[in-house]
């Protein structure tokens, strides 16, 4: 059973953090009472469910929990997207290293990033169908252009 002070410390970092500055993203009062509200809540109702359905509850908008608990729901949708580690960020990196050799130190940035998603996020050659990749961005191209002569009609 929750005791009533359970994650009041954490929460008021969050409101701490989230609240204040330029463009707080959060209200840091009306946190502390969702936070406390939604500890009812989840002991009344949620006692079968994991800590990914509460967040999922709270940041994806299913049904009235993230209406009732708007802050909660925006520090879900935060913790959600954090990534778990940094072995994306590292291998991002030494893809990067690896594409910007001392020959190629001259290349912009837009080129590099483009270059490291294909490195890391595409198929491997022998499994990259040329032809349908090739048709696909045809028929993107010419429905732009249709509609470019659309607008100007």
Known sequence: MMTQNYGEDAIDELAEHYGSGKSPFLCPEDLRLEWLDYQTYMIRNCTKMSMQEHLSSLALHKGTVSVAYPNLSKLAQV???????????KRGFSTMKRIKTRLRSQMINETLNHCTRISMEAPPLEQFD?????NDRFVQLLVIAIAIQIINR
Do not use: G, R
């Open 79 to 89: 913790f959600l997207a954090l990534p778990v580690s940094t072995a994306d960020w």
């Open 130 to 134: 040329f032809d349908t990749s090739v």
